[in-house]
């Protein structure tokens, strides 16, 4: 996060979300470092499929699904579409985290 998107979000929720100005206030500006063979929308879903999940099951989730792109002849991007929905859900990925990296992916393709 750059300097101004940190005073930006500030600003937008100094009025009606105390508690949420309060933490971004003390949390500072974040950083967000992905490694470099990665491409960032790779990282945001593998983001994504980590959370509320142990990095075992999530590494394996994720190998399940670059599987998955694989046998599809297919790139990551090219497999997080509706078209794919049902084959992400057996690669062990949630209905809502299907949905969630699906819509990323539409809109960083839209910009």
Same mark, same amino acid.
């Given at each position: #996060?750059?300097? +101004?998107? @940190?005073?930006?979000?500030?600003? *937008?929720?100094?009025?009606?979300?105390?508690?949420? !100005?309060?933490? =971004?206030? +003390? &949390? $500072? *500006?974040?950083?967000?470092?992905?490694?470099? &063979?990665?491409?960032?929308?790779? @990282?945001?879903?593998?983001?994504?499929?980590?959370?509320?999940?142990?990095?075992?099951?999530?590494?394996?989730?994720? %190998? %399940?699904?670059?599987?998955?792109?694989?046998?599809?002849?297919?790139? =990551? @991007? /090219?497999?997080?579409? /509706?078209? !794919?929905? *049902? $084959?992400? %859900?057996?690669? $062990?990925?949630?209905?809502?985290?299907? %949905?969630?990296?699906?819509?990323?992916?539409? +809109? #960083?393709?839209? $910009?």
């Amino acid at each position: #996060m750059s300097i +101004k998107s @940190h005073k930006q979000l500030l600003e *937008v929720y100094r009025q009606e979300f105390e508690t949420l !100005h309060a933490q =971004i206030l +003390k &949390n $500072g *500006v974040q950083t967000l470092s992905r490694p470099n &063979n990665q491409s960032l929308f790779e @990282h945001l879903a593998k983001t994504v499929i980590s959370q509320q999940l142990s990095s075992k099951a999530a590494a394996s989730i994720w %190998r %399940r699904i670059e599987n998955f792109a694989k046998d599809q002849e297919r790139n =990551i @991007h /090219e497999i997080f579409t /509706e078209e !794919h929905v *049902v $084959g992400l %859900r057996s690669c $062990g990925l949630s209905k809502y985290k299907s %949905r969630a990296i699906i819509e990323l992916n539409a +809109k #960083m393709n839209t $910009g």
